[in-house]
């Protein structure tokens, strides 16, 4: 059990000779609700059992030192220099200047952390990067922040350093997971509720098309911007004031007085937070084809419309969508690369796989690599 963590606290101990706190900081899955979370709309995240292990305690001095054992690469530098720096260093950093711009004050530590979740897989391993560590910070410098307040620290510090304009989908997952549940999220107001994820028979598949293009967050960034420019032109003034407030013929009606990439942006909105709405029935009704059959719609979306998706992905669910043994397949996370996440028959996940391996390798000459998903507590403190 937990073989990572174990290493991840043996090499603390190796490194600073002290015991550490242990921590593990899990990525999400979305079963549905791509790309709404900064627009208003449902989200259906839940956290899983692949993430991050972080070693931390304080060490009586002035000095922050950090080492990630993915990368394999150190921090060490004084609590207050604490400024913009490069990579996954920027998430980290971040993390602690949100607690400093909160008035916390930051003591001297030690951490050692790394896990189990491919970087650029759709995963966030953004999130558990923030997640881990801001648990930790919040414990060791009783900061007092409930879960909730954690998950939006961790949301402003991606906008921070990293300059991730995120929605919450992610941060909220990465803290409010729990075993077997689905999260219902209501980005508006962050109202909440948890589905059990009740798909016997079934197994959640990702398949990582092991490609990330770089364009990813900038394209990120201008998507939001564009949702945000779209939803002024057609709030005519500012009467409405959330795509909530649409439906999907009133910006249809929109179609030929608005730029055309601009348009297929709000549609794709609009429609997908419809969608997340008709899933959630779905699954709490366990018609888990119509669940299946809504995760394509959302690819298609996010292919034509909202123009996220890559000729890795399509082939992707391309191949899901042409195996009977498949409910639904999408990809999943911001795009451009990463995971597609598939609702697969139980007995045939092994078949579907190999197929989608052969015919992947094929055309991109890539391997593919697939997980099965568990799902998980949100991060917690682990005692080892
Ligand atoms: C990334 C962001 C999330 C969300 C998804 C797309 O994972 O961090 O906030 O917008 O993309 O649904």
């Known amino acids: 059990m937990h073989t990572i963590a174990n290493e991840i606290k043996a090499g603390f101990i190796q490194r600073y000779g002290t015991e550490p706190r242990m921590y593990f900081s899990p990525g999400r899955i979305n079963i549905i609700g791509e790309h709404v979370d900064y627009n208003d709309g449902f989200v259906m995240p839940a956290a899983i059992d692949k993430g991050l292990y972080y070693a931390v305690a304080l060490n009586d001095s002035d000095r922050i030192n950090m080492y990630s054992t993915d990368y394999d690469e150190e921090i060490d530098l004084a609590t207050d220099e604490i400024a913009k720096s490069e990579g996954w260093k920027n998430y980290v950093l971040s993390v602690l200047n949100e607690f400093v711009k909160l008035g916390i004050t930051i003591k001297g530590f030690n951490c050692v952390f790394g896990g189990d979740i491919p970087q650029g897989s ?5 999130a558990a990067v923030e997640g881990g560590l801001a648990m930790g910070m919040n414990d060791l410098f009783n900061a007092g922040l409930d879960r909730i307040g954690l998950a939006r620290l961790c949301q402003r510090a991606e906008h921070g350093y990293p300059g991730v304009q995120c929605g919450i989908m992610d941060q909220f997952a990465n803290m409010m997971g729990l075993e077997d549940q689905v999260i219902l999220l209501d980005c508006m107001d962050l109202s909440y509720e948890y589905f059990p994820l009740d798909i016997e028979g079934y197994a959640i598949v990702l398949l990582n098309s092991k490609v990330h293009h770089s364009l990813a967050s900038s394209e990120y960034n201008t998507r ?6 779209g939803l002024e032109q057609i709030s005519a003034g500012g009467a409405l004031k959330s795509f909530r407030d649409l439906t999907v013929a009133e910006v249809k009606s929109w179609k030929d007085k608005i730029e055309e990439q601009i348009y297929k942006r709000c549609l794709y909105v609009v429609e997908e937070i419809f969608r997340t709405k008709n899933a959630s029935v779905a699954l709490a009704k366990k018609d888990l084809e119509r669940l299946g059959a809504l995760m394509f719609e959302t690819h298609d979306g996010l292919s034509k419309l909202y123009e996220v998706s890559c000729k890795e992905l399509d082939l992707l669910v391309n191949i899901a969508r042409n195996d009977n043994s498949v409910l639904g397949a999408r990809l999943m996370g911001g795009g451009f690369g990463g ?31 697939s997980y099965l998903v568990k799902t998980s507590k949100g991060t917690h403190i682990l005692s080892l």
């Not at 759709?122 to 953004?126: H, I, K, T, V």
């Not at 939001?224 to 420019?229: G, H, I, N, S």
């Open 224 to 229: 939001r911007k564009q949702c945000m420019q």
């Open 122 to 126: 759709g995963m966030s391993s953004s």
């Open 339 to 369: 995971c597609t996440i598939n609702i697969v028959e139980e007995n045939s996940v092994n078949d579907f796989v190999e197929k989608a391996s052969v015919m992947y390798k094929d055309q991109f000459d890539i391997e593919l690599e």
